[in-house]
């Protein structure tokens, strides 16, 4: 599959890109570093407001959404580690939202001591 033009980027995206590297490594850092700092950081990186103001705009951006969608399913079709760990994360996801969910519910679905009760029989 040849891969469609990303129309948001504009025009020179690669060169841009490749700046905002060449920046990144001149400090010593690389991408993944780059963005935990950006999304979790030190103190100071949460406190800082030019570090929230892009944080949030990045999390609540139209982009992120297809960001994860293209890192669990590139457009190149290709198999990849990308695809392999963001499965992962969604079975960690999933499996921490089911358990949380039950234990919200487990009183509600728990076997009274006595069964036959007339408050258990009424109950509901």
Same mark, same amino acid.
């Given at each position: 599959? =040849?891969?469609?033009? &990303?129309? !948001?980027?504009? /025009?020179?995206?690669?060169?841009?890109?490749? +700046?905002?590297?060449?920046?990144?490594?001149?400090?010593?850092?690389?991408?993944?570093?780059?963005?935990?700092?950006?999304?979790?950081?030190?103190?100071?990186?949460?406190?800082?407001?030019?570090?929230?103001?892009?944080? =949030?705009?990045?999390? &609540?951006? !139209?982009?992120? /959404?297809?960001?994860?969608?293209?890192?669990? +399913?590139?457009?190149?079709?290709?198999?990849?580690?990308?695809?392999?760990?963001?499965?992962?994360?969604?079975r960690i996801c999933v499996k921490?939202?089911?358990?949380?969910?039950?234990?919200?519910?487990?009183?509600?679905? =728990?076997r009274p001591d006595d069964p036959?009760?007339?408050?258990?029989?009424?109950?509901l």
């Open positions: 599959h =040849a891969q469609r033009p &990303n129309r !948001t980027l504009g /025009p020179e995206a690669c060169d841009k890109v490749k +700046k905002v590297l060449n920046c990144i490594h001149s400090v010593g850092w690389d991408v993944a570093k780059f963005m935990n700092a950006l999304c979790w950081g030190d103190a100071e990186c949460t406190r800082d407001s030019q570090v929230r103001f892009a944080r =949030a705009g990045f999390f &609540n951006s !139209t982009e992120f /959404p297809r960001l994860l969608k293209r890192w669990w +399913k590139p457009p190149s079709g290709k198999k990849n580690k990308s695809k392999v760990r963001m499965e992962e994360f969604a921490q939202k089911i358990r949380a969910e039950m234990r919200k519910v487990a009183s509600i679905l =728990a036959l009760s007339l408050e258990t029989l009424t109950s």
